[in-house]
Nanobody
Framework: QVQLVESGGGLVQPGGSLRLSCAASGSIWGIAAMAWYRQAPGKQRDLVAHITTGDTTSYADSVKGRFTISRDNAKNTVYLQMNSLKPEDTAVYYC????????WGQGTQVTVSS
């Protein structure tokens, strides 16, 4: 069973940046497109970005131009670089496959506030 561990969240002021990491316990890159999701209090968990096995990326309109998803196959890790952060980006961020195949990790809290 692949385990996913997210890290890198924190408190940042509007306009700031954070880099999230998602470490997988096993090699999954050949079999799964990976994605970042986020869930704000009282809201559903939404897809933020994904990266395919062919390194094609896609983003939600709300983060396009500000967030960048990438991965390091050698480290079994996927990243989310978040720039120009806004208060509405505040949420718990999770990674999983695009098909939500794996057990969810604990997520990492991102809070954007002055």
């Amino acid at each position: 069973q692949v385990q996913l561990v997210e890290s890198g969240g924190g408190l940042v002021q509007p306009g700031g940046s954070l880099r999230l990491s998602c470490a997988a316990s096993g090699s999954i890159w050949g079999i799964a497109a990976m994605a970042w999701y986020r869930q704000a209090p009282g809201k559903q968990r939404d897809l933020v970005a994904h990266i395919t096995t062919g390194d094609t990326t896609s983003y939600a309109d709300s983060v396009k131009g500000r967030f960048t998803i990438s991965r390091d196959n050698a480290k079994n890790t996927v990243y989310l670089q978040m720039n120009s952060l806004k208060p509405e980006d505040t949420a718990v961020y999770y990674c999983n496959s695009l098909r939500r195949t794996f057990v969810w990790g604990q997520g990492t809290q991102v809070t954007v506030s002055s």
